[in-house]
T-cell receptor, first 115, second 113 residues
Framework: AQSVTQLDSHVSVSEGTPVLLRCNYS??????LFWYVQHPNKGLQLLLK??????LVKGINGFEAEFKKSETSFHLTKPSAHMSDAAEYFC?????????????FGQGTTLQVKP | DTGVSQNPRHKITKRGQNVTFRCDPI?????LYWYRQTLGQGPEFLTY????????KSRLLSDRFSAERPKGSFSTLEIQRTEQGDSAMYLC???????????FGQGTRLTVV
């Protein structure tokens, strides 16, 4: 079985400071991991993905995440927050198994960016 | 290609009525998912198709819910005898091969009054 836990329901940062959104996962199979972003009244957009290649993954808009198997973590970071980064962020796990391809979402982290 | 398309975008219905939503995935994607999202929560998995075969269905899905993908292209999600608790955003996503990312539509917002 797969599950994902986002450790913070709400994160607040000042514009220009680093962003850290934390995610731990559990998977019976080798996982694929993703971060999605959802702006108010917008659809879910893929930020980045890990699918067993490089453990440090770069995504859009300056975001990156590092897969750490020993810690079962996939934290999302950005060196400098912009006002436009304010949104809901979801960590997602999928098992790389022929039996299932479903994506399991975390509960989400709301990122607030203060001027 | 314009991405995953869902219709309608909004639906208001009276309790007890049946509703049907449509999802047109990205062409050539053989995987298709339905999710439900309520306010302040992450999307919950409902069901998953690979081509026309429904491979998995959540235990959260009551018998009032049914989904089809008759020709392996578009899909429909029907809710019979709607209840107020069915009010949510219903999301469709598609993906090209096993265990890669999925691309989401804008969703259909259902309000049951």
């Amino acid at each position: 079985a797969q599950s994902v836990t986002q450790l913070d329901s709400h994160v607040s940062v000042s514009e220009g400071t680093p962003v850290l959104l934390r995610c731990n996962y559990s998977s019976s199979y080798s996982p694929s991991l993703f971060w999605y972003v959802q702006h108010p009244n917008k659809g879910l957009q893929l930020l980045l993905k890990y699918t067993s290649a490089a453990t440090l993954v770069k995504g859009i808009n300056g975001f990156e995440a590092e897969f750490k198997k020993s810690e079962t973590s996939f934290h999302l970071t950005k060196p400098s927050a912009h006002m436009s980064d304010a949104a809901e962020y979801f960590c997602v796990v999928s098992a790389r198994s022929p039996e299932t391809g479903k994506l399991i979402f975390g509960q989400g982290t709301t990122l607030q960016v203060k001027p | 290609d314009t991405g995953v398309s869902q219709n309608p975008r909004h639906k208001i219905t009276k309790r007890g009525q049946n509703v049907t939503f449509r999802c047109d995935p990205i062409s050539e994607h053989n995987r298709l998912y339905w999710y439900r999202q309520t306010l302040g929560q992450g999307p919950e998995f409902l069901t998953y198709f690979q081509n026309e075969a429904q491979l998995e269905k959540s235990r959260l899905l009551s018998d009032r819910f049914s989904a089809e993908r008759p020709k392996g292209s578009f899909s429909t999600l029907e809710i019979q005898r709607t209840e107020q608790g069915d009010s949510a955003m219903y999301l469709c996503a598609s993906g090209p091969i096993m265990n890669t990312e999925a691309f989401f539509g804008q969703g259909t917002r259902l309000t049951v009054v």
